[in-house]
Each structure stands twice: as C-alpha cells, then as structure tokens.
C-alpha cells in the first residue's frame, strides 16, 4: 500500500462515507469558441403522448381513434387553441404566454425514424442521435461540446443521479443532484486533508488525474461561485419537484456565470398505459410550470437560452382497452428561448386516417435530428454538424431558429 493510500484511510476512518466525485471525461486542449445560447435539454423520460399534449383537434379522425381518452375541442377542460388546427393541453396554460411572445416552437409528427417502441433502446436512440451508427457510444450533446472544443469546468452539467447519455462521451461533464451534494461526502473532521490525500491518490494515472483535478477544481469553483444564493427573481414560481429544483439550478448556475453551455434535466412518469387523462394532466402541470418559470426567473437572460424537450416516442393514435396509450412513434418536441421563431406549430402533418398511420401510430415526418441540427448551426455556431450527427444526411431546416446565437 502507497503512503497515498494510507494516509486516506486514515484520514477516512471505518465511519467515513465514500467521496462522491463528478464523472468528467478527458479534456481537450484546444480552446473554446463564442459559446452562444446556454443549451437547457428536457428529456420527458417514458414516452410522452404528442396527440394529447399538442391536440390536433381540428382532425376528426383523432376523436374517432381516441372517442374517451382525447381532449375536447370545447367546453371543460378543452384545447387551448394554438392555430385551428392544433392547441395545447389545458395543463399547459402556463406556456400559453411564451408562445404568445414568440418564445416557444413546437414540432409535431416529429421524432427518430427508427420504429422502436422499447424503452432502453428508444431514449438511447434519441440520446445518441446516431442510428446511422449503432456503436458509437457517446451522445449528441457531448459531441457538440467536443466539436466546440475544451471550456469552463461547467461547460456541460447533467442534473440528476447520473449524467444523461447525451452527455456521455470524450468532453468533460459534471453530473450533480444538487448543490450541496457536489462535494466530499464524509463525516471526517478533516475533508480538506482529505481532499489533498485523494488528489495525490489519483495522481500518475493519466484518467484518474484528469478526473480528480476536475473533479476538485470544479467543487471549488461552485463553493466561490455560491450559485445558491441567486433565488428565483421576477417572482417565478417553481415547482416543489425534483424537476421543478432542477431547473432552478438551471438558472442558478446560469445567473453565476461559472461557463455553462449545456445542461440536461429530466423528468419521468410519461408511460400512461392506463388512466391517463387523470394522470397526464398533473405531469403537464409541473413540466408547464417548470419551463414558465425557468423563463420568468432568467428574464432577459433568457435571451441567450434555448431549451429543447423531447421523449423517447409517441404513443398509438387508437387509444386502448384500459383508458390509455400504448407505445408508439410519431411525437411532438417544444423549443423554448429568445432566439426561437415561436408562436407557431411547424408540422408536416401527415393525418390521422387508418392509411395516415404506420403501424397504427403518428407517422414521422421529420427527424428530430434536423430540429437539433438547426438549432445547433444558428444558436451554437456549430460547423461539424456531420460529427454531431455522423451518417444523417438530413439538410432541411424548417426555420425554427432564428440566427445569431
């Protein structure tokens, strides 16, 4: 045993919990560029169903397939109407001002064209974002960092219990709970000590050096930082949720300017096999609220932001036996930010009669790589698109985006 290694577990003790480290990844060395929009990517983990979130009320067809789990177009509890085609989900009412600003996009009959309807392999997909290429290991979103080359500490973030496959890859990321928990978990009495012992520990392995270094600097600059102290301004409101926290964090760590470009939150509980007009509606609520205040508390700031939401499919457009949806395809996504042209529904709508469907679901009719890609080009300034999303050959852009991020 090293004398490293010695003296952290005596440092350590048998009452000692293990340190929770970050997981970054091995860093570039070249430097960044303009880094443009904070990127803030929403994954409704489950498998969301599009048609009773973005309602094509318009559509006869849609009552008939869903004649007691669908959303009336009058009376209690109907569609906001968006266009006279399409309206959002009274759950949604808090998105209601966003969109009418311009500040939210949504894209329907949207999605990854590859017909899975499994859980793990439809958010891998989605998460990936490279079908063309079934072992490439990393996600989208670290790509693009890559691609932009090393930057702050903070450069990536996933909020959660572990970092989100989208940002999985060679670009450092940092994955936190939250605040308080990004440090040393110890009840040692001598945790700098200790954090000394653990940076020797890990020195001269070329991985293990990079994450420990990172690792501490990163806690260090959160503790100067303080991001905690910025409370949610403008009299936003968030949810008292996991998720509703999470995106205060969001905008915490934005307001502290540590060098965030790209967050990644989630939230779960959108596979509605059964009941689902009772069970959708609560979820839409707390996602609704999350975002408007996400947008009310960074204010101006909100400007250089763009959030992009996405599930891993849709549902079948026929409703089931038990007052739900099974897995589908097809879905819809919502774009949020100061540079987005919102205020719109984008949508090559393919319909809803029985020879609309494939296989009984939304047909997809436009890649949701091609909704990433443009915002990515306009918002991000990203060249090596064919990188980001190696194999997709997709070169229409549908306008979402506003240039100049």
């Keep these: 045993m090293n004398d490293a290694r010695r003296d952290f577990l005596k440092l350590a003790g048998l009452a ?36 009773n979130v973005l309602v094509p009320f318009a559509e006869d067809d849609y ?17 906001i109407d968006l266009d006279g085609r399409f309206g959002l989900h009274p759950a949604l009412a ?66 959660g219990h572990s970092v989100q496959r989208s940002l999985g890859g060679a670009a450092p990321v940092l994955g936190m709970a939250a605040f308080e928990e990004f440090a040393l978990q110890t009840r040692s009495a001598r945790a700098d000590a200790m954090a000394a012992t653990l940076d020797a520990l890990y020195a001269g392995t070329a991985t293990m050096d990079a994450v420990a270094h990172t690792a501490f600097r990163a806690m260090d600059q959160l503790q100067h930082a303080d991001p905690a102290q ?32 790209a967050a990644a939150v989630d939230i779960g509980g959108w596979d509605h096999h059964n009941d689902e007009l009772r069970l959708l509606a609560p979820l839409l609520d707390e996602f609704a609220r999350g975002l408007a205040a996400l947008r009310t508390d960074l204010g ?57 469907l494939v296989r ?9 790589r091609s909704v990433l890609a443009e915002m990515l080009r306009k918002r991000r300034g990203e060249t090596a698109l064919a990188q980001v999303f ?10 979402i985006f506003r240039a100049g991020g």
């Design 16 to 51: 000692a919990a293990a340190p929770l480290l970050p997981l970054p990844r091995l860093a570039f060395a070249q430097a960044s560029a303009t880094a443009g929009d904070v990127l803030v990517v929403v994954f409704q983990r489950g498998g969301m169903d599009g048609l």
């Design 94 to 159: 808090p998105l209601q001002p966003a969109f009418a600003a311009g500040e939210l996009a949504l894209v329907h009959a949207t999605g990854a064209p590859s017909g899975s309807r499994s859980h793990f392999s439809g958010m891998d997909i989605m998460e990936r974002a490279a079908l063309e290429q079934p072992n490439l290991a990393s996600g989208w979103l670290n790509r693009h960092l890559q691609s932009r080359g090393g930057g702050s500490d903070f450069q990536g973030v996933g909020l």
């Design 300 to 356: 101006p700031l909100m400007s250089k932001v763009c959030l992009v939401s996405m599930s891993e499919f849709g549902r079948r457009a026929y409703e089931n036996a038990s007052g739900g949806t099974d897995h589908g395809t097809g879905n819809c996504l919502f774009v949020l930010g100061g540079g987005v042209a919102g205020g719109r529904v984008y949508a090559d709508w393919p319909g809803l009669r029985d020879a609309d």
């Design 230 to 261: 910025f409370a949610a301004a403008n009299g936003a409101d968030y949810p008292a949720t996991t998720f509703g926290r999470q995106l205060q964090q969001v905008a915490q760590l934005i307001k502290a300017d540590v060098g965030l470009e």
């Design 390 to 399: 190696p194999g997709f050959a997709g070169t229409m852009e549908l306008g």
């Design 63 to 79: 009552y008939r397939l869903r004649p007691t789990v669908s959303i009336p177009r009058s009376g209690s509890g109907a569609v």
């Design 360 to 368: 009984g679901d939304l047909a997809i009719t436009t890649d949701y």
